[in-house]
């Protein structure tokens, strides 16, 4: 038996890649990898967020000044290549290194490996090459086979993850060529009008990189198969959940009732209440694989009770604000929760551990931020601050919530910055969300 070569394909691949100048025309993301020494890097994220366009992204970035052979990538998503063995992978690098022998071991090359998790035992392959070359080792696939805890299992605590999402306020405005190039503090009349009509736009768009600038229906169309990919090959193909009309209606039912308090029991009677017979650990685990690909974030109850914790419900929101619009044809207003949406988006980018708060006298405050070097913060989010009842339930709530966290700061985020001038709210910081969610001049 003669001795195995790498796959012409491959070969190609690698020569494409190391022969391009750069990735193209693309949208900059605002993610970064994190910063620490021997960690192999997964980006992960719901299916189309961008994650390959992110890798692409990190090619050019890691090519700045430097080589073409400093980067490659390589997608393993091609028919040509299906089916793959493992050892083709080792056969790559040894290709590589052949093309450039100085290079190994002496100088840090990175490899952006897309869709990876087609190759079976791809995990191997890192350890090993994260051990006895000097590589920085990015990969990204489909949440179908690259979740965020198997990626940390399959590579034994040497990987990291980085979570991709759909565009952000501040990218949904870049793709435009309309990201403002100072602090919010310092908007003009004229672009403080844009940058808030985009916003209300935001909200029923969203910031799938695809969806941008369709016509609604046409919008409506590629979310809903986007939710559909998501449910049959991250849910029903790869669990064998075998129950798929309750499936389908728990997505349905989350994605037309954002932030929403759900518990397992309550959807469980719902289902049971629509004809479909599953058993309440059948419901528990749908919500947890919908969690896990993405699709769904989810809330605690914010309390040091483990108690409280199991005893309270969660509130769900969907991956983006777009998602709502598109399941929901009612034509009722979900602006105020289409807002708490992208906030906890926001949120979740900057980091800190979320919970919502529910005082002992029934007051709800939306978001208790702890950040993880000290510090807390209760976030109430409003869309109309300029109804009177609404304003001062919303204050009131936060008052409550501020008797039980006396250490945490207060901040109500309004749609409607022109109706800041008339609230008058004490130690409550009130601020509009568009500056809330570009805080910072862009350098």
Same mark, same amino acid.
């Given at each position: ?26 949208? !900059? ?8 020494? &021997? ?11 961008? @994650? ?45 290194? *052949?093309?450039? %022998? ?35 080792? +990015? ?9 965020? *805890? ?7 605590? !040497? ?21 403002? *190039? ?47 990919? +998501? ?8 669990? &064998?959940?075998?129950?798929?009309? #309750? ?6 039912? $989350?994605?037309? /009732? %954002? ?47 483990? *108690?409280?914790?199991?005893? /309270?419900?969660? @509130? ?9 619009? #598109? ?6 207003? /979900? ?7 992208? +906030?906890? /988006? ?5 980091? &800190? ?15 208790? +931020? ?11 989010? $409003?869309?109309? %601050? ?14 409550? #919530? ?5 250490? #945490? &700061? ?34």
């Amino acid at each position: 038996m003669g001795a195995v070569s790498l796959h012409p394909v491959l070969a190609e691949k690698l020569s494409d890649s190391l022969a391009s100048a750069d990735a193209g025309s693309f949208t !900059r993301r605002d993610a970064r990898l994190p910063a620490i020494a &021997g960690k192999a890097h997964a980006v992960i994220g719901m299916r189309r967020a961008g @994650k390959t366009t992110f890798l692409r992204q990190l090619l050019d970035e890691r090519r700045a000044g430097a080589a073409p052979e400093r980067a490659v990538y390589v997608s393993f998503d091609d028919d040509r290549i299906a089916g793959l063995e493992l050892d083709q992978l080792g056969l790559l690098l040894e290709e590589f290194y *052949r093309r450039y %022998p100085a290079l190994r071991r002496k100088e840090t090359v990175t490899w952006l490996l897309d869709e990876v998790q087609l190759v079976p035992g791809w995990e191997r392959f890192v350890r090993r090459v994260m051990d006895s070359e000097q590589v920085e080792v +990015v990969v990204s696939g489909s949440s179908a086979k690259m979740l965020s *805890r198997e990626v940390h299992t399959s590579l034994r605590g !040497r990987g990291m993850a980085t979570v991709i999402r759909p565009f952000s306020f501040r990218e949904f405005l870049r793709h435009r060529g309309e990201e403002p *190039r100072e602090d919010a503090r310092a908007w003009q009349a004229p672009v403080r009008s844009l940058v808030e009509g985009r916003l209300r736009e935001y909200l029923v768009e969203g910031g799938f990189p695809e969806a941008q600038g369709l016509a609604a229906a046409l919008r409506v169309e590629l979310l809903q198969g986007y939710v559909d990919t +998501v449910l049959f090959l991250d849910v029903v193909e790869r669990h &064998g959940v075998s129950q798929v009309a #309750a499936l389908r209606w728990l997505v349905r039912h $989350c994605l037309r /009732n %954002p932030a929403g308090s759900f518990s397992v029991h309550r959807l469980h009677q719902d289902l049971k209440s629509q004809g479909h017979g599953v058993a309440k650990d059948a419901v528990h685990a749908m919500l947890g694989h919908l969690l896990d690909a993405f699709l769904l974030g989810s809330v605690p109850l914010a309390t040091d009770s483990l *108690r409280r914790l199991n005893s /309270n419900p969660r @509130k769900l929101y969907p991956a983006d604000p777009g998602l709502i619009g #598109a399941f929901d044809a009612t034509g009722r207003s /979900n602006l105020g929760h289409a807002l708490e949406t992208v +906030v906890l /988006n926001e949120l979740e980018r900057r980091g &800190g551990e979320i919970g919502y708060v529910k005082t002992a006298d029934g007051w709800e405050v939306d978001f208790l +931020v702890r950040q993880p070097g000290g510090g807390e913060e209760l976030i109430q989010v $409003c869309a109309d %601050p300029g109804d009177p009842a609404t304003l001062a339930r919303e204050l009131r709530a936060l008052a409550a #919530a501020s008797a039980e966290h006396p250490r #945490a &700061g207060r901040r109500l985020l309004v749609l409607d910055r022109a109706a800041l001038g008339r609230v008058a709210t004490g130690e409550v910081e009130v601020v509009g969300v568009a500056d809330w969610l570009l805080p910072e001049t862009v350098t």
